[in-house]
């Protein structure tokens, strides 16, 4: 199987090649891959000593920021690197000040897996939620290095709890410890015979609500909510993460909403031609993030943000919060950003695989919708009644803080 398996990776690393020819995404992905080696021999010293940490795109390397700083704090005289496979982590966090080198990983063949591991000699080794590629797990367990899961996740639907999963519950057994999210991933692996594992949470908590303890202020928000109308106080819902799936059902209810209602959209793709569609779709006064030098912000309804970095930050601002991805099979954003700034959510009706959205729906501080009548619904009934507005966010708010700690339950064990 191993060997069939290899096949395929060399085979997919030639198919890559030909799309980056017709996809900027795919050229990032190969071209990325070429600097590697070089970048590692001008940041790791063969004398160095150092920790790695694998992350398969952005939304698993924000999972293991908590425990990156903590290590790094843990053991100062060790670089870090880290790893991305996708583009889309990459690029935005290329430059992190975190790691002391950030490169891709190459691709998961055995030449490139004993190449790395010997370019980075790591003493401990973490991957973060998911991703196993053998040929580097096998190469970490022939050298007798540490590796750990964190921050795992397993379902019933994976190919490692069926009967023919024998390749992939291999690949499990390189690691020296899972460190899991709940008690059903647990229980998972013990089915397969995997005892060394631990529930320790999702150490995504841990990274926002580090949120709350820094500077979250943007000037330019302000000014755009400065404003005073007939109908009261301004209300601002900010729409994070948007698709066209998601904007779709929105644009109606933006165009028909009441004057004191202020929207900040911050859609997933920030191409300009779908940005300027969005924009010309919107009736009311709308600016956009690349347009609002020498603007008097506060004289807009809708502010759209076609730059990236900042939709954190600006949850802040938000009195209710739409988390984009829900309607459609990409896969929901993240709802603990806002979730902790005590903020009402509402999200689309593909929440399945989230178990913090499970979680928040069931203890209703964030809100399910199906169609657009349920959407403009639940926005009427947040926006008229504060009341409600706070009793759902104190529910989002006191969620996240209970469950925080993870970091502390990973590194204790290490460290023991």
Known sequence: MLFLYNLIVVFTSQVVKLLAIFSPKMKLFVDGRKEVFTILQNKIAATDKTIWFHAASLGEYEQGLPVIEKIKIKYPNHKIVVTFFSPSGYEVRKNNTVADATVYLPLDTKSNAKKFIQAIHPELVFF???????????????????????????????????????????????????????????????SIGFNNVKISGDTRFDRVVSILERDNSLDFIEQFRDSST???????????????????????YINNAP???????????????QIQELK???TKKTILFSEKENQNLSEFQIFIIDTIGILTKIYSYADI?????????????NILEPATFGVPIIIGPNYSNFAEAIALVHQEGCVSVSNSNELYETFDNLISNEDIRHEKGHICATFVQMNKGATEVVLKHITS
């Open 259 to 273: 004057d004191n209602v202020k929207f900040i959209l911050a859609p997933h793709n920030i191409k300009s031609e």
């Open 321 to 333: 919060a739409y988390v984009g991805g829900g309607f459609g099979t990409a896969g929901l954003h």
């Open 128 to 190: 973060i939620k998911y991703e196993y590629w053998p040929n580097y797990l096998n190469e970490l367990q022939k050298l007798n290095i540490k590796t750990y899961l964190i921050s795992g996740i397993f379902r019933e639907n994976q190919a490692f709890f069926k009967g023919y999963g024998g390749f992939y519950r291999n690949a499990l057994k390189t690691f020296d410890y899972f460190f899991v999210q709940n008690e059903s991933s647990k229980k998972l692996l013990q």
């Open 280 to 282: 010309n779709s919107i």
């Open 230 to 252: 007939a109908l009261g106080k301004t209300i601002t819902v900010v729409i994070g993460s948007s698709w066209p799936k998601d904007e779709n059902l929105l644009v109606n």
